[in-house]
């Protein structure tokens, strides 16, 4: 056996006892698109508020712009910004606000870490993120969120059904616009700025000390001089799957 074959057969058995680990406990990144609508195109931007602060250049931008966006907070976050969700609820065409959960912890029922945190752990746990979440965004007046997305975005299947028995659809996404608000400006920007019709990004608005909310502004900015159509979650036809919106 040639020392290349050998190390191929041991890096393809590695890789066999990887995908078998994942199997164990499968994890869903439901997708979310609208329904194409043809013409310039039409994308719904989806901006998480995870906790911490505010990144003003984004919300400068969109205000500045008229740009709409769907603003997915967490009781944390809520706490935390009031001076943001003032603006926010004073541009009430702009700003559609809905539920990321109360403490910002995975709705995956059984206990595990994704990318680092700690899952909610059982379904208990994911009923009470879910719960607290909408609970704090009623607190802070507004309409009643319609609209959930778990913190990293990943489900366990059973937690996706327990949310949506309790009334609200799941929000995935079709593009990745800011790489969990780790890319630098330039491939934010460029990501941001290839979405097509019936796109649903997916940003942060709570790091504003990072570098990509430079390059969300720019990509935004570059749709919109392409004449693309921006629309909230709750403005537009959407499909998601893994049981997400139907
Ligand atoms: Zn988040």
Known sequence: MTDLLQKSLYALALSLVAVSAGNAATLVEPTLHLKPQGGGGR?????????????????????????PATIFVTGIWLKRNAAAVE?????????????????HIPAVDTPRKIYG???????DAVLAEVESGAAALASAGGPAPKWFRGATAEYSPSAIAMIRKLGFKIA????????????????????????KDGDVIIAHINQPTHAAGE???????????KGMTFVRLDDAEDMGNDGTTD
């Open 87 to 103: 603006i926010m609820r004073a541009h009430p065409d702009l700003f559609e606000l809905e539920n990321h959960g109360g403490r």
């Open 172 to 195: 995935g996404f079709s593009v990745n616009g800011d790489g969990g608000s780790l890319l630098g400006a330039k491939q934010t920007a460029r990501r941001i700025a290839a979405a």
């Open 43 to 67: 994308v719904a931007l989806t901006l998480d508020a995870c906790g911490g602060k505010t990144d003003t250049r984004i919300l400068s931008a969109l205000v500045e712009n008229r740009i």
């Open 117 to 123: 945190i700690s899952s909610a752990g059982s379904p």
């Open 215 to 225: 390059g969300v502004v720019q990509g935004l900015l570059a749709l919109k001089q």
